[in-house]
């Protein structure tokens, strides 16, 4: 079926563009306005150069972790991502059976195409996979709370609020696409408990619109209390990116904070997910577990995260690459290609193990 087998992530982006619309494939890879923050993400990387210590034993070599005391085969998970069915017809279920088979974390998104309770029952045999749930605050408190406890209801560990997108960016292809869902996709979460969906809107994106009309942007510190009294699971805040906000989540009793600028999707301009990263560091100091997305595309982007001092990274759209292309067996793929590359990189850098990535195989050069 494949012209070829991709042996690398970017190969599988190139690949996914035959097997996508031009909407959906647009709205996958778009960032916000000028995608000056989604280059950036991948710049920021290519800054960092390496260290790379000899001679050392690396015969027997560990990548697995944990993360909020789970276990971790990677120090990997998939970023929560809308509508993947967009992709594939198997969708985020393919998606959480790929990273649920490596022994990575997958967080669902609110906007999924299939819902919590199909993607967790699909999971079953994997009795301590890494899953969790990421929550958009609706206007309508009562669905929010709904969304919340199906999610607790049907297994998932965490509760991952995204904290970047009070009303949503402006991608804007999706805009002149008038992006909005094929009649045969919903919003598997949504549409059933409230009848929400994306509809096709005149001269603007149907998510943007929906965002705007739907989710809440007066939301503030203040209704994490409410969050964590509606629900016992631990709290991860997505797309902090300063220390001063940082400090605030660990006050707040966030267990975890993944810095992220939302694949460049949010506010443009925004500085580097891995810039961000280097100053949030040293500013929380260990008292929460730090994750990084934005960017992420070779196992050395990885080894360079975790030797700033992140404790896992996410990756986002090379899954949907993967998905695209083969369903489960292309998300599958592009899991272990990033397995392997890192394998390799930490052999080439004397890390046996990933408590031996430190701060010292890093050199940052100004351009
Ligand atoms: C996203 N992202 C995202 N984030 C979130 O919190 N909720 C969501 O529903 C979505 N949806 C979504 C859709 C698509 C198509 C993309 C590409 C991204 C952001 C995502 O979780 C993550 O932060 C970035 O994708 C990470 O960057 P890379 O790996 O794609 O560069």
Known sequence: EHRFQPINLFEYEKLAKDYLSQMALDYYSSGAWDEITLQENRTAFERIKLRPRVLVDVSDRHLNTSILGQPLQLPLLIAPMAFQCLAHPDGEVATALAAASA????????????????????????????????????????????????AYKSG?????????????????????NEFALPLDL???????????????????????????????????????EWLQSISPLPLVLKGIL??????????????AIIVSNHGGRQLDGAIASLDALAEIIPAVNGRVEVL?????RRGT???????????????????????????????????????????????????????????????????
């Open 103 to 150: 022994g990575i974390g997958m967080i669902l998104s609110t906007m999924a195409t299939k819902s919590i309770e199909e993607v967790a029952g699909a999971c079953e045999q994997f009795r301590d996979s890494v899953r969790w749930f990421q929550l958009y605050i609706h206007k309508d408190r009562g669905l929010t709370r709904a969304l919340v406890e199906k």
């Open 156 to 176: 998932y560990k965490a509760l991952c609020l995204t904290v970047d997108a009070p009303v949503l960016g402006q991608r804007e292809k999706d805009r002149r």
């Open 186 to 224: 919903h919003l598997a979460n949504l549409a059933t408990i409230s009848g929400l969906d994306i509809s096709h809107e005149k001269g603007e994106s149907g998510l943007f619109t929906y965002f705007a009309q739907q989710l809440n942007p007066a939301v503030t510190w203040k209704d994490l």
């Open 242 to 255: 300063r220390p001063d906000d940082a400090l605030r989540a660990v006050e707040y009793g966030a267990q």
């Open 292 to 296: 990084l997305d934005g960017g992420i």
């Open 301 to 367: 982007d990885i080894l360079k995260a975790l030797a700033l001092g992140a404790k896992a990274v996410l990756i986002g759209r090379p899954i949907l690459w993967g998905l695209a292309v083969a369903g489960k067996a292309g998300v599958s793929h592009v899991i272990s290609l990033l397995q392997d590359e890192l394998n390799i990189a930490m052999a080439l850098s004397g890390c046996a193990k990933l408590q031996d990535i430190d701060a010292s195989l890093l050199k940052f050069t100004r351009i």
